[in-house]
Every structure is written in structure tokens, then in C-alpha cells.
């Protein structure tokens, strides 16, 4: 056999990578052309291809990967390398995502009825990227981070590392000191899910903290519902009691 050159496995793997995000592109681009004309002896023959490509391309290099490449690289990131920089690139990734779809909706909510379907599509089709990283991204750090924390990390580091989490989350809610408040519109939230989503959000909120809940009706039950779990610790102000929306400041209580 004869000596490889340096890069010539990692250009290999390289290669193989674009080629088979390039793939999956392209099967993405026809899958979203056949469902806005289906033909179905076209969209028969593309299925084909396309679950045959996932069975014996994409997954196989998956396998391959867990079977040779990263037994081989385990001990050496172990030693010289960052165990997290595959979880920053999937932050760097995310945050991408969210600026795609922050200006998307800038650009859907200023769009005329008829621009208004595509955008929303596409907006949509973004959302859905950022779902499918997301849940991969939560995966990894509840399966391999979070025992790690437990096995490894004094309760007293642990009780360190909430607070500093909760800092870094109440100063990106407060960019500069600036008392610019989060907006939780949810009026565009399907009514049965709104109260979970309020009370998610709520129960996230750092002590001392605050959002603007910006609704279609007074959110008068959801005070009660509020008050009677929460007791002392809720602030409730409105800022806006309709007749189209009604706004209001909640907030926990130091
Ligand atoms: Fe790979
Ligand atoms: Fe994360």
C-alpha cells in the first residue's frame, strides 16, 4: 500500500460529506417541486431513489464512522483535543438559524397577502431545520453532558454553574442594562397551547424578571391559574387592556 498524504483521508471524508449533503439537498428540492404537482409514476420513482439513497448511503456512512473513525479519535480528543467544539458548532449552527427566521418574519409580516404563502413556507421549512438540530442538540447534552454533571461536579459547583446560567440568561434578556423586556405574543398561538406556553415561560423566568404577554382577550383566567400556583411570587400589570390586544407585565417576584 502506498503512503497516504496527509490530507488525503480527511479530504476523502471531505468529499463524501458534500456529496451526500448534496444529495440530500437535491432530494429535498424535487420532494418540495412533486408535492406542488404529483405526478405519482415520477413521485414513485423518486421515493425509490430516495429511501434507497438513506438505507445505502447516508446510514452506512453514519456506521462507518461509529466503527472506525471515532474509536480511533476517542482517545485523542481525550487527550489534545475539545470534547464540546462539536456542541459549539451546533450553537453556532442554531444561532444561524435563528437569525434566518427572526428576519423571515420581519419580512412576513411586512409582505402583501400574496407574497405572504411563500415566505410563510419558507419560514416553515427553516423552523423545521431548526427543530430537527435542536432535538439532536438536547439529546447530546442530556445524554452525554448532564450524567456527566451528576457524576462529576460537586453540588456546591452545580449550585455555581445555575447561577452563572441564570445570569447569562437575564443578561440576553436585558442586552446593556437596557430594561428591554421580552415579548411573548401569543395570539398567534393556537388557543389550547397557549396556557402551557405561558406557563412554560413563567416557570423559566429568573426571579426579579419579567415579559410583556401580548394577547387577543384578557388574559384574566390565566391570572387566576397563575395566582393560585405561583401565591406571592407573581406580578401582573397591564399595560394595554384592549378593545385588540391586551398586554400585560409578568413577572416572578425577587
Ligand atoms: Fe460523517
Ligand atoms: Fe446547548
Redesign the pocket.
Known amino acids: 500500500m502506498s503512503a497516504m498524504t496527509p490530507h488525503e483521508l480527511t479530504d476523502a471524508?471531505r468529499t463524501?460529506?458534500r456529496s451526500?449533503a448534496g444529495t440530500l439537498d437535491g432530494y429535498a428540492a424535487d420532494m418540495e417541486a412533486s408535492a406542488a404537482s404529483p405526478d405519482s409514476a415520477a413521485l414513485i420513482a423518486l421515493l425509490d431513489r430516495l429511501t434507497s439513497f438513506l438505507a445505502n448511503d447516508l446510514l452506512p456512512?453514519?456506521r462507518g464512522?461509529e466503527r472506525t473513525?471515532y474509536p480511533a479519535l476517542d482517545p485523542i480528543i481525550r487527550e489534545q483535543g475539545s470534547p464540546t467544539a462539536t456542541m459549539s458548532i451546533d450553537h453556532e449552527y442554531i444561532g444561524e438559524y435563528v437569525r434566518k427566521i427572526v428576519e423571515m418574519a420581519g419580512a412576513l409580516r411586512a409582505a402583501s397577502a400574496d407574497g405572504r404563502a411563500e415566505l410563510a413556507r419558507q419560514l416553515d421549512r427553516q423552523l423545521i431545520q431548526l427543530q430537527g438540530l435542536f432535538s439532536a442538540h438536547l439529546a447530546k447534552e442530556e445524554r452525554v453532558y448532564l450524567p456527566l454533571v451528576e457524576q462529576a461536579i460537586s453540588s456546591e459547583g452545580q449550585h455555581a454553574l445555575l447561577a452563572a446560567l441564570h445570569e447569562e440568561a437575564e443578561s440576553a434578556m436585558k442586552p446593556d442594562g437596557a430594561t428591554e423586556e421580552a415579548v411573548l405574543d401569543v395570539r398567534t398561538v393556537s388557543p389550547a397551547r397557549r396556557h402551557p406556553v405561558i406557563f412554560g415561560r413563567f416557570d423559566a423566568l429568573t426571579p426579579g424578571l419579567s415579559f410583556i404577554l401580548v394577547n387577543d382577550h384578557d388574559p384574566k383566567p390565566l391570572y387566576y391559574q397563575l395566582v393560585a400556583e405561583y401565591q406571592g411570587q407573581l406580578v401582573w400589570e397591564y399595560l394595554e387592556q384592549g378593545p385588540e390586544a391586551w398586554r400585560v407585565r409578568v413577572g416572578k417576584a425577587n
Request: hydrophobic content about 50%; glycine content about 0%.
Open positions: 471524508i463524501h460529506h451526500l456512512h453514519a464512522e473513525l
